[in-house]
């Protein structure tokens, strides 16, 4: 392996489950003649192999959870390509990008962002019926008995803590069995001794379920114990 301004290469060895090639992201600022360009992303190559954990870090605004969001196919990159287990995602439109992370990705969220209309259950059933996965709400049972939240199984998220709302998250991240989960500050919004029983609970997942990992986070400890820390500085792997 092997580290250079903007760019991050993964032996070849290893079996790459998403990849960046000369990413960037761009947004204008203003209108008219006024308008300004502003770079967010300039240039990243990246591959992750299957299994890794990664943490992205880097100081506010170096375009952590952007990168993120592109890995993901939720946004768009400005130039170059992202691949997805091996698929690449340009030309894809919003419909297609989501087809193909159904059943491959899942997602911890900083504000959990679970439905609050919906349980528990139902929140965590949800990724496994968008995937057309059998036994939605079987695998949304032993997702939350993973997580020690089998007695909440029909509390709405306004009657859990935060710890329990994240845990749902991570539950339903796993429900669909990804191969690849995304987490975006999965412990910003808790008190450390929570964040610390998430953490452990994350990796804990990880090893059971051979998930590849990629966070996002502030935390140099919890960076610390992925295998790869790729730092942002200015929209560049540095």
Do not use: W
């Not at 060895?13 to 990413?23: K, L, N, P, T």
């Not at 710890?163 to 989960?181: D, K, N, T």
Request: charged share 20%; proline share 3%.
């Amino acid at each position: 392996m092997s580290e250079g301004s903007g760019s991050v290469i993964m032996e070849a060895s290893v079996r790459s489950v998403v990849e960046a090639r000369g990413v960037s992201k761009h947004i204008s600022s203003g209108s008219g003649s006024s308008a300004a360009r502003l770079t967010i992303l300039d240039g990243v190559d990246l591959r992750i192999g299957a299994g890794e954990r990664v943490a992205i870090v880097g100081s506010s605004g170096s375009g952590k959870t952007t990168l993120l969001s592109l890995l993901a196919g939720l946004d768009r990159p400005s130039s170059g390509d992202i691949l997805l287990d091996g698929q690449s995602l340009s030309g894809l439109d919003e419909d297609a990008r989501a087809a193909l992370r159904a059943g491959r990705v899942g997602f911890v969220f900083q504000s959990f962002q679970l439905l609050g209309g919906f349980t528990a259950l139902e929140n965590v059933m949800l990724p496994a019926e968008l995937a057309g996965l059998p036994d939605a709400a079987d695998r949304a049972r032993a997702a939350l008995d993973r997580v020690g939240l089998a007695a909440r199984l029909h509390h709405y998220p306004q009657q859990l803590s935060g710890g329990e709302q994240q845990r749902v998250a991570i539950a339903r991240a796993y429900s669909g069995e990804p191969q690849l989960l995304f987490a975006d500050e999965p412990t910003g919004n808790l008190d450390s001794e929570t964040g610390e029983r998430i953490v452990e609970l994350l990796f804990e997942l990880n090893r059971v379920s051979g998930t590849t990992l990629v966070l996002v986070t502030h935390d140099a400890a919890l960076a610390a114990r992925c295998d790869r820390v790729l730092r942002l500085r200015s929209g560049r792997i540095v």
